[in-house]
């Protein structure tokens, strides 16, 4: 393996930047979303468009290089990056084109879902992602695509209708229900096994204002609102959404100064109804006990979407750990409340989205994306400004994690991932994996692609 005859190699047919250790910019270039994560790749290449992607892979495959594959940059395990390897990193292929007679957006593989948000606002609508902007497009489709639209419009994944990819020869293919529809099946959900999506064609729904914001309640209050949240969510219209979350606080003048760092269980609300549909639909479960307080109203879309960014830049240290869930048992919610008791200070959470609505009218085959017979997709994420609370933020996390699995459906959403063995990540891809592992076979026979959750060629 050599990274510098693959930079050799480059040198010649590359429009973008290619940036080594000895390099000024590269201690910036090689820096990722959590601050937890510390790789030092050989070499990383910016591209600039589709022509620097294939010649990137072509370097790297002729000279058997480690690549990993860099989009927004979020990716939770650092799976974005490699050490001593070369990383093709796309985030500088910013381009996006709505098309608002087709109610379709093209987006190439570097954005932001801020970036498509922003584009698409202006024509007053929008294509389900996640819940915070600074998030990469292609990861997150790529995984599912989990977040507030989710039960109105389905996953992202539900809503894409074709990609442009390089394989790990190096060929460029279009892929959709009429192109490869075998490869277009497994990019729904089956994460960065086959290839490299140098742009999605997304459809688009009318959304430009939500009614959005959280209900708050005291942790003593937990059994009472998980028990009504559990009933509420399957029975709440589809324009409906809202997440279950146990956090503190954050300290911020959006909050009250006096209930500022305390710990509480919270709904983080999203309705594309009207406002007084919204409120109605909603008014049941925000009335549940006594909230802490309640701060739900209108918005536009995009500043949901990036209410959480100031509170989540890069470098954070952050520990994640996920499972589905089917239900939220009665034996569950003791576990809650002791670990949502102890979250450490700071920014740590527990969120669990709910994926019903419009995911469930999906079959569970129909696309890489399994677990659609669940209700929650669950994520315990440890997070911390100071390496020095790693220890601290790791434990809660997986002693959360650990004490609530039995309750769950065996696998979780790739996207919230840390690196856990195959094991897992073929619980992760449940009953989908051998058929995604075929796949896998025939355009990637030598696992070209393999710094991510990864499927092994069948």
């Keep these: 393996m050599s990274v510098q005859k693959a930079v050799e190699q480059l040198k010649s047919q590359f429009r973008g930047q290619i940036l080594r250790p000895s390099d000024a910019g590269y201690e910036e270039a090689r820096t990722v979303y959590n601050g937890m994560i510390d790789k030092r790749p050989g070499a990383i290449a910016r591209c600039v468009n589709?022509?620097?992607?294939i010649a990137a892979v072509r370097a790297a495959r002729e000279q058997d290089v480690l690549t990993a594959v860099r989009g927004g940059g979020h990716n939770a395990g650092g799976l974005g990056s490699c050490d001593d390897g070369l990383v093709i990193d796309l985030s500088r292929t910013k381009g996006i084109r709505v098309d608002p007679s087709a109610h379709t957006v093209r987006v190439e593989g570097g954005c932001v879902w801020a970036?498509?948000?922003?584009?698409?606002?202006?024509?007053?609508?929008?294509?389900?992602?996640?819940?915070?902007?600074?998030?990469?497009?292609?990861?997150?489709?790529l995984g599912g695509g989990i977040g507030h639209l989710t039960r109105t419009f389905g996953l992202t994944v539900d809503n894409l209708l074709g990609a442009d990819m390089v394989l790990a020869d190096g060929?460029?293919?279009?892929?959709?229900?009429?192109?490869?529809?075998?490869?277009?099946?497994?990019?729904?959900?089956?994460?960065?096994?086959?290839?490299?999506?140098?742009?999605?064609l997304f459809r688009l729904h009318p959304v430009k204002i939500v009614s959005a914001g959280p209900t708050f309640w005291p942790l003593e209050q937990t059994p009472q609102v998980m028990k009504a949240y559990r009933e509420f969510i399957v029975q709440a219209p589809e324009d409906v959404s809202g997440f279950l979350?146990?956090?503190?606080?954050?300290?911020?003048?959006?909050?009250?100064?006096?209930?500022?760092?305390?710990?509480?269980?919270?709904?983080?609300w999203c309705s594309t109804a009207a406002p007084e549909k919204a409120e109605k639909s909603t008014q049941p479960m925000r009335s549940v006990g006594k909230p802490l307080l309640d701060h739900v109203g209108p918005m536009p879309f995009p500043a949901l979407q990036s209410l959480f960014d100031p509170l989540l830049p890069p470098g954070l240290q952050m520990y994640w750990r996920a499972d589905f869930h089917k239900e939220?048992?009665?034996?569950?919610?003791?576990?809650h409340q002791k670990y949502a008791e102890k979250i450490p200070a700071g920014l740590s959470l527990a969120h669990f989205?709910?994926?019903?609505?419009?995911v469930h009218r999906v079959s569970s085959s129909g696309t890489a994306f399994s677990y659609r017979d669940c209700l929650l997709a669950g994520v315990i994420v440890g997070i911390d400004p100071d390496p020095k609370n790693q220890e601290t933020i790791t434990n809660w996390t997986k002693e959360y994690f650990h004490a609530l699995h039995p309750y769950s459906a065996g696998g979780a959403y790739v996207n919230f991932m840390m690196e856990e063995g195959q094991e897992r990540t073929k619980a992760s891809f449940g009953k989908n994996y051998d058929r995604l592992a075929a796949i896998k076979k025939k355009y990637d026979p030598t696992n070209f692609f393999r710094v991510n959750q990864n499927i092994r060629p069948a």
């Design 115 to 141: 970036d498509v948000d922003h584009a698409t606002h202006a024509f007053g609508m929008a294509t389900p992602s996640g819940t915070v902007g600074s998030t990469g497009v292609a990861g997150l489709t």
């Design 171 to 200: 060929s460029f293919v279009r892929t959709s229900e009429k192109e490869n529809s075998d490869l277009f099946w497994a990019i729904r959900g089956g994460g960065g096994n086959f290839g490299i999506v140098t742009s999605f």
């Design 50 to 53: 589709v022509a620097d992607v």
């Design 245 to 268: 979350a146990f956090m503190n606080i954050p300290p911020v003048p959006l909050f009250p100064e006096n209930l500022r760092n305390e710990k509480v269980c919270a709904v983080i």
């Design 328 to 335: 939220l048992s009665d034996a569950s919610i003791p576990v």
């Design 353 to 358: 989205y709910p994926i019903n609505g419009a």
